[in-house]
């Protein structure tokens, strides 16, 4: 059973065009993430959200839009696209947010090639 | 500003050697260090995580040391596999804060 998953894996789209990643985690997790990982396959944070609620936005554009409907899910929707964003983008979930120590648990990352 | 090295370049070490792996940190006072294993193509999992009061953790064939004088962390796969191959990323966080990460270093364990 795949505990955090999302779709599409690989997106390949022309530039200024907008797409969505979806993010769905079967873990009961009460926070759930989108993380960049650019070409030197640095992690890094984008967003954070608690019980569907926002506590973390990282300085990403505003093209870049999180929605979360429920707490298991957390759809990434990004307007206007760049030949910079592309990258391979990880949705993740842990049980706490900013609590001490919490591992976190990633998806399989998205692929999003910008042409 | 705050800093997490890891050696950019592959680690290549022969099958039953065992592989060490250093992450060091500049400007930063984490409460706990955890390390997790990347494959191509996948998404980063947990391995082991450490607290700032302790000095060694281990699990089967995995030690990680946490020297928050040097401000180092170490992390060893004894008899290693050639299974052990792939991106080991070490990752930082202060209590109540979210978790940093390294960039990683390659391991590839030869048969």
């Known amino acids: 059973d795949t505990a955090v998953s999302q779709t599409p894996k690989y997106l390949v789209t022309q530039m200024g065009n907008d797409k969505s990643i979806k993010c769905e985690q079967n873990?009961?997790?009460?926070?759930m993430y989108w993380y960049k990982q650019d070409s030197k396959k640095f992690l890094k944070i984008m967003f954070s959200?608690?019980?569907?609620?926002?506590?973390i936005n990282e300085t990403v554009p505003n093209r870049f839009s999180p929605k979360s409907p429920d707490k298991a899910h957390l759809n990434l929707h990004i307007n206007s696209l760049e030949l910079g964003d592309s990258a391979v983008y990880f949705c993740?979930?842990?049980?706490?947010?900013?609590?001490?120590?919490?591992?976190?648990?990633f998806g399989e990352g998205s692929w999003l090639t910008v042409v | 500003s705050q800093k997490i090295e890891q050696n950019s370049e592959a680690l290549n070490i022969q099958e039953g050697k065992t592989a060490t792996l250093t992450c060091n940190y500049t400007?930063?006072?984490?409460?706990?260090l955890q390390w997790y294993r990347q494959d191509p193509g996948r998404g980063p999992v947990f391995l082991l995580l450490?607290?700032?009061?302790?000095k060694e953790k281990r699990k089967e064939r995995l030690k990680v040391t946490f020297d928050t004088t040097l401000k180092q962390s170490l992390f060893h796969i004894t008899a290693s596999q050639p299974a052990d191959s792939a991106t080991y990323l070490c990752?930082?966080?202060?209590?109540?804060?979210?978790?940093?990460f390294g960039g990683g270093t390659r391991l590839m364990v030869k048969p």
């Open positions: 993740a979930s842990s049980q706490e947010s900013l609590s001490s120590g919490n591992t976190i648990y």
């Open positions: 873990l009961g997790h009460d926070t």
């Open positions: 959200y608690n019980n569907k609620e926002l506590i």
């Open positions: 400007n930063y006072s984490p409460a706990y």
């Open positions: 450490i607290r700032e009061n302790e």
């Open positions: 990752a930082l966080q202060k209590a109540g804060n979210m978790l940093t």
